[in-house]
């Protein structure tokens, strides 16, 4: 039976049986100690607790006037007497209940002012309102619901409790809470409506209007949708690497099948463990129609997953196992899983206090409220809308799966361009600030962006060859990887340096240039002649000579012909040659030899060395015109679009990622799509073509033109981090996406090797990509069908009311003084104990780990949903009393008897054995079956209406019910 189930019927039967208890206790009731006893936690010292309770519950069977109802249930409580009385003598002792008459007062206070009788009188009218519901279709569906197959065992539940009320951090929570709760809940503390933002309710409003809005037949999910529950499938496969090696103990979790039961295994001969059977030869176990497995016989097993450590069946982390030792089902370490990994990520980046710079990027991104919603039209939007435009085309579905293909198939190339990317970044980071960085919002970095664009476009559009030029160029790069390796690092400093110096002998770092003798570019002085890099000066050498025809091609185009041949020693001949007949040169291009003598001393320094095995690359491939064309679009505007970053640029390159992307494209080129077979670098050439190609209608969000689909994504991005900087949260994005790269992308050594800590990030990336290419569907119409749905509901939500409601009241939670108390506990529960009792995190894990493996099933239960939307409904009495009575049990309970009550009722003893409240549930259980009863999984439509209609009879009985007691308590001597 499911935690749930349990809770619903045992509240019901607890609540008549206890009942007694507080009848006879009258002098409880009028708040005054017992005669010859000095409190009544004194009073509760010297008292047998359990055996006085086991009396009452006895006494109320007892009571019964069908004598085989009496007799089966007097057999129960009489065989398990002892057990009984333990189980409630360790919760209500001494030492759980000193300073008990505080948490009294809070009870009766709440009496008083009539919270609680409130309370109880709006959750009788609900009940009452489930039974006399015209043909009871909410009821109808509870009982389909109870009836359908749950595998949230009860006892991981009580122990995800247990650890919860043992968290260190649990006072400082719940009081934080409780803070919250009352400082935003609209009213004073007699529930009179004040100036307080009434933000719980509004949240409340959200949700109930949510569920009461929930549709009979839900829309069929599109093809994201279901690719984010691909996603979560993939949580719980185990992670990779050392990241998951300091989480402790380990914490085993039951794989669940499609049917939500655990997976039997099967002995060495093949066969599946008896007594489970497989009947219909599908390989999962057999099960009955109420969803438990059975045997040859049809006879129900009793083999819960998890038990008593070492008990009969069990080992000694309490996994089911036979008598020889192998496990009876698939267990796998939940610590050990993606979910566990990004959990303890999570937790870091709240400690980082990350989640203050994510609501302010929201809040930025979303823009002005239009009214009481956020504009259609806002930064977040319009790049949701760009990013799933992308999707649509025809490229997405082949460059998703050669994405994933690339990261499948090559980890370890894979893993050196993550790593490459990890130092490009934290060499961005620390670049000078004098125009050395890279930063959207500056207006020489958006026009670099923007204005590289049409002309890698032109470069593409050059094409007189059977395949296209950019297949060609991506082609020809990825030679580079073993033709050029270190051309990268060879290039860095000449966007440094204006006067090089070759090296005479190795110092060391990556290039032939001789550091110290060379003269650096002066960035605090302007752009003259004589302060231009070494790469700028030959770019603008190239634009001059491209204007000159030299023997039926530009000169340009035959400098870097000639070039391709000639090693470092002999590039020098090149002008000797072109000035071996005088005036050969200006024959040609009048006003060229000064340009000349600009290339021999280029050429002479060494400037020119890091260009001739990629010149050579080029022209092996009868290319070299390809490449002109390339330096000839990086030539354009570069005084004004790069040479700012100049340095950014040189960081990079030294970062080694460019030459990790060269050859991750090397690997491309002998790589094919598995489903179309196209070679993965052409697909890589055709999506980056497509994305610059400013010849196709490209229309934005709101219909209007933009030059390429690049531009759906750059401008809202541009336009974010220009808004960013004007609300002074400039280092907002850069602070966030360091974070992320040290929480993803962070390295560590291992035998003297760098690696990345999370060594399960490329094959976790791998299989996402993989889930959503192929939910994308193949089809072109339907895929942008499918997408334009996805797309139109996922804006409709960004724009709307409650959405924006939903950001008003995250930010204001955000930023009051109870968040960092609430944070800082919840940073410290995704943080792993080594103390098992105290491990909450592993506790979350396994629990987590049963729900995401739920067969979950919303036909029919709209119903429910509209049901639990009423109860949330603010606007009924419900509400405010239940707050009331919420806030004054966290925050008046001053000695802390309620946790410590709990802590013990959800706490396994001392000497071994489950919790008490596992006991008392179990009794009660087989109470209530053994009188009759039938469990939930089995009950009928009118047994869940007669189990209601006694609850709602005693919850308004005014002679044995609870306004008798409350009655008591308001006329209590005081």
Known sequence: MTTMKKLLIHFMICAQVIWPIVGCSRDSVSGKAPPGSGSLSAFISQLNVGLEVFKLSRQQVLNDADVNRRNAGLSVLDSRRDEFIDAINTILNDQTLPGVESTLDVFFKLIDDDSIPTLTNEMRSLILQLINEPGRPTIKALRDMLSGRSNIPTGDVVSLLGRLVNYPDSERL??????????????????????????????????????????????????????????????????????NAKFGQAEWGARLDDRGAPVVQFDAQGKMLSPFVDGNSDGLADLNPNGRFINNNGQEIDMPPFGQPLSLGYDAMGRASTSQGQNVYEFFDTKKTLLALFMSITGRLLKENRHKDIVDLLNVSLGPKSGDQFNRNNKLGRLSYGLVELVKTDQAPQFLRAMSELLNKNPAQSEELFLALARANENLKNAPSNGGGFNLAEQRSQDLVLGLLPGIDEVFESNGNSSSTARILIDTLASLDTQAPNWPAQFAPLFKYKTVVRESSPDGDRNDIDEAASTLVDRNAGLTTNNRSAVHQLLDLLKRADGCNFFGQTLAVFIVDTMAGLSPSTVGTLVSLINAVPGLANLFCSGISQDLISLDFLAKSGALDALLPIAKVFKDRNQTPLLVSLLLVIQKDYSTLLRPSEEALSSVLESGAVEE?????????????????????????????????????????????????????????????????????????????????????????????????????????????????????????????????????????????????????????????????????????????????????????????????????????QPIAVFLGDVLDPNRALIPAALRTLEGFILLDKSGSILKVLRAALNPPPNGGEAPILTILDIFEELNQARGGNSFGTMTEQEIVDTLQSTADFMGDNQRGLLLFYRAIKGRRR
């Open 174 to 243: 719940w009081e934080s809470i409780g803070s919250l709760i009352a400082a935003y809940d609209g009213v004073d503390s007699n529930g009179v409506k004040n100036n307080e933002p009434p933000l719980v309710t509004d949240l409340l409003d959200i949700l109930s209007r949510g569920l009461k809005n929930t549709p009979a037949n839900p829309a069929p999910s599109t093809s994201l949708n279901l690719a984010l529950n691909d996603f979560v499938d993939e949580l719980l496969t185990e992670a990779q690497g050392t990241a």
């Open 661 to 861: 992307l060269t050859g991750t494209l090397g690997i491309a080129k002998s790589s094919n799509d598995p489903v179309s077979g196209i070679n993965i670098a052409d697909i890589l050439a055709d999506s980056i073509a497509n994305l610059v190609d400013d010849d196709q209608t490209v229309l934005d969000q709101q219909g209007n033109p933009v030059p390429s689909l690049a531009h759906l994504i750059l401008n809202p991005a541009i336009d974010l981090a220009k808004d960013l900087d004007a609300a002074q949260k400039g280092s907002t994005l850069t602070d966030v996406t360091d974070s992320l790269f040290n929480a993803f992308l962070k390295r560590t050594t291992i035998n003297g090797q760098e690696k990345l800590e999370n060594q399960s990030l490329i094959p976790f990336l791998a299989r996402s990509i993989a889930i959503v290419a192929n939910r994308i569907p193949a089809d072109a119409a339907v895929r942008r069908q499918d997408l334009g749905q996805f797309q139109s509901d996922l804006l409709d939500t960004l724009s709307s009311k409650d959405f924006c409601k939903t950001i008003e009241i995250v930010t204001v939670v955000v930023g009051s003084t109870q968040a960092q108390g609430i944070v800082d506990s919840i940073a410290n529960l995704l943080t792993p104990n080594n103390n098992p009792n105290d491990d909450i995190f592993g506790a979350v894990l396994k629990l987590l780990s049963i729900v995401l493996q739920q067969p979950f099933d919303l036909n029919g239960t």
